[in-house]
């Protein structure tokens, strides 16, 4: 999808949810520098559906074996506004300007913000800079998204048809950032840091796999807002939020409808709940 229809539906859901547009605001500069960026200082990668096939079948996501090529001057147009948005939340300045200073002088590649198993972006940088785990989610999640998009285009239709029964996405390996409920009944998992979307079954917890009914639990908003959900587990303590299409079909994509109801984040986040692509909540609060 084109980022300027990204940015439309975000304005609409503003229109919408207008007590949300100030708090809200700084989301709309970083899908402004997601629009503007080129797509074509990345050549996307070119693997058959049998190479990403062999992969998924091993159960790795395609990034672990091939990596964009990307110039660290060429990211800085994404990665600018993601530290601008961290900055007016005022925390961890300090740490902040320690991880552009190491940025400007090279010593920060690009890959430092990818996906890793268990965690997003390299431990080493978050241990030089001394940013949290959070602030360097966020970076990645705020930054990468055009260029892994443009990467995986071409592999994308393999997925369909392909073995892959895992809670991270298969080009990425990133964390699930929102669930849609389909047409036919199925969930869809959304990736925020390539775009890509799997199905993964519905009573299954996405972070660590648990299918016990005893810990899978469906919260929502008091003034409830039909069709919108959280699903939680209590052995891990992972959330996840969900919009079902067949009761709101005119609802904008997965990173619009995530990014755009922070009050269910405050409510899975108040019932103790955790997400690993972190929300303006634990941005704002110290773990
Ligand atoms: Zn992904
Ligand atoms: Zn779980």
Redesign the pocket.
């Known amino acids: 999808m084109s980022y300027a229809r990204l940015r439309d539906e975000w304005n609409d859901l503003l229109e919408r949810r207008p007590t949300f547009r100030e708090p809200l605001a700084p989301y709309g500069k970083i899908l402004d520098a997601w629009a503007q960026w080129c797509g074509d200082r990345v050549a996307p990668l070119r693997w058959s559906a049998e190479d990403c096939r062999e992969r998924w079948r091993r159960g790795d996501p395609l990034l672990a074996a091939a990596v964009p090529s990307i110039r660290p001057e060429e990211m800085e147009d994404l990665l600018a506004p993601a530290i601008e948005f961290l900055v007016t939340i005022g925390r961890e300045e300090t740490a902040l300007a320690r991880f552009a200073e190491a940025w400007d002088r090279g010593d920060v590649s690009p890959a430092a913000l990818f996906p890793e198993k268990g965690r997003i972006g390299s431990a080493a940088v978050q241990e030089r800079s001394g940013l949290s785990q959070e602030f360097v989610a966020f970076l990645a999640h705020a930054s990468l998204r055009p260029i892994?998009e443009s990467y995986f285009a071409d592999c994308r239709p393999h997925l369909t048809d392909s073995p892959w029964n895992l809670g991270v996405?298969p080009?990425?390996g990133?964390p699930p950032g929102f669930a849609d409920l389909l047409e036919g009944g199925q969930r869809r998992l959304a990736?925020h840091?390539?775009g890509?979307g799997w199905t993964f079954p519905r009573l299954e917890c996405a972070y660590c796999g648990g299918r016990n009914a005893k810990d899978l639990a469906v919260l929502r908003a008091e003034e409830q807002e039909e069709g919108y959900s959280i699903s939680t587990c209590k052995a891990c303590n992972g959330y996840v939020k969900e919009v079902d299409r067949r009761l709101r079909w005119n609802a904008g994509s997965a990173l619009v409808e995530d990014w755009g109801s922070p009050h269910l984040d405050l409510i899975a986040h108040r019932a103790g709940y955790w997400r690993a692509i972190p929300t303006l909540i634990q941005l704002e609060e110290p773990a």
């Open positions: 892994l996405c080009f990425c990133g990736c840091l390539c890509a």
